[in-house]
């Protein structure tokens, strides 16, 4: 086996596996990357049984052969190197000679025929549809936050996706919960390819996480098919194939508060600083920020004995009954950071009943978040 390739493009190919392959594992061949000639292209794989990934690069083949390599000792000796060129060759007992100009490599290999390739490919025939990758990639950004990261409750460490018809397009709605807020984004493709994920599918975290790698580069569209607890997403000249949750997701729009609350209107970013303000005086013990509504202004607090005290006030445009609650502060600084436009709604409402975020003049996201007890 023994092919010349562009440095960029096989620094690129591993750097995709990284997030993928095993750091700790009792099969030593998922820490490895799958280097394989096909045609005039190479092949670089990874999976860890639950997510794989492939991409094909071209390059200079002068034999065909297969071979398994660490993965990120592999990328930091191609980060390192300096040159265009990379010669790579396989030697004998799977040993492989990588050099460029005068700096040379030569490290151990695992047999590629030992490779799960059925867990990176599979071989099952999906229909794939074409969606926008900057509106998946706006989905992800604005629910990634609210996932859960307890591996116990793995129905909530996920996204939950779904797709609806409605007249010439549909809706595609991505939802995460931790069970203390939930995000909700919603979008409308008029006239587009439509995905049939009406019972909605559990993406596990760390695949929304390659996902997103995915989308953030290369053409407009990504291609998405499903079948059997599979989701398999196609861009280019890489495919990224991820294992789904198998469980129920929770009914969210159950959470979802139906009554008006207290609504404030706020500009984003003197209201997210603020936060950040009384952030700096929180921690894992006292993560509160309380929020005291009143005629014309917003009054915030937080408290830590370890630390200190901060207050702020907000003018605001309102006339009703004083209000007061106390909600996790980090939550409100994930819900508020991710909006774009320049002016946010709060809805909130008294108790510890959930209050609503959301983006003046867009109905396509919203944040419920919970109270904390005062």
Excluded at 3 to 24: A, C, D, M, P, Y
Excluded at 83 to 93: L, Q, R, Y
Excluded at 212 to 225: A, Q, R
Aim: aromatic letters at 8%; a negative charge; hydrophobic letters at 35%.
């Amino acid at each position: 086996m023994q092919f010349n390739i562009k440095r960029s493009l096989l620094l690129e190919g591993i750097q995709k596996t990284l997030g993928i392959v095993e750091r700790k594992t009792t099969t030593p061949i998922l820490n490895n990357i799958l280097v394989k000639t096909e045609g005039d292209r190479i092949k670089i794989a990874a999976t860890d049984r639950e997510i794989g990934l492939v991409s094909y690069y071209d390059a200079e083949i002068i034999s065909d052969g297969i071979i398994t390599l660490s993965a990120r000792k592999t990328f930091e000796m191609i980060r390192e190197i300096q040159g265009d060129i990379i010669s790579f060759k396989k030697g004998e007992n799977n040993w492989v000679n990588i050099t460029c100009e005068k700096i040379a490599y030569n490290i151990p290999g695992i047999s590629g025929d030992d490779f799960p390739e059925a867990d990176v490919l599979g071989d099952e025939e999906i229909t794939f549809f074409k969606v926008k990758s900057n509106m998946i990639g706006e989905m992800i950004d604005k629910t990634f936050f609210a996932m859960s990261k307890e591996e116990m409750r793995s129905h909530l460490n996920g996204a939950f996706l779904e797709t609806e018809k409605k007249d010439k397009g549909y809706w595609m709605r991505m939802v995460t919960t931790d069970g203390h807020r939930l995000s909700l984004v919603i979008f409308y493709e008029e006239d587009g390819e439509f995905i049939d994920i009406s019972g909605g599918i559990i993406i596990p975290r760390k695949g929304i996480s390659e996902v997103k790698k995915l989308v953030d580069n290369g053409s407009e569209y990504i291609e998405v098919g499903v079948k059997k607890g599979k989701c398999v997403f196609k861009k280019d000249d890489t495919i990224l194939r991820i294992s789904l949750v198998d469980s129920e997701y929770p009914e969210y729009k159950k959470v979802m508060p139906t009554d008006k609350g207290i609504t404030v209107q706020l500009d984003r970013e003197q209201f997210l600083h603020s936060l950040k303000r009384m952030s700096v005086i929180s921690s894992e013990k006292y993560s509160g920020v309380k929020i005291k509504i009143m005629e014309n202004k917003m009054i915030l607090n937080s408290t830590n004995p370890d630390v200190g005290e901060a207050n702020e006030e907000i003018e605001i445009s309102y006339k009703g009954e004083e209000i007061e609650i106390v909600y996790n502060v980090s939550y409100l600084i994930d819900a508020v950071q991710v909006i774009s436009g320049d002016s946010i709604l709060f809805d909130i409402r008294p108790g510890l009943r959930p209050g609503v975020i959301s983006e003046v003049g867009n109905d396509r996201y919203i944040c419920v978040v919970m109270p904390l007890k005062m």
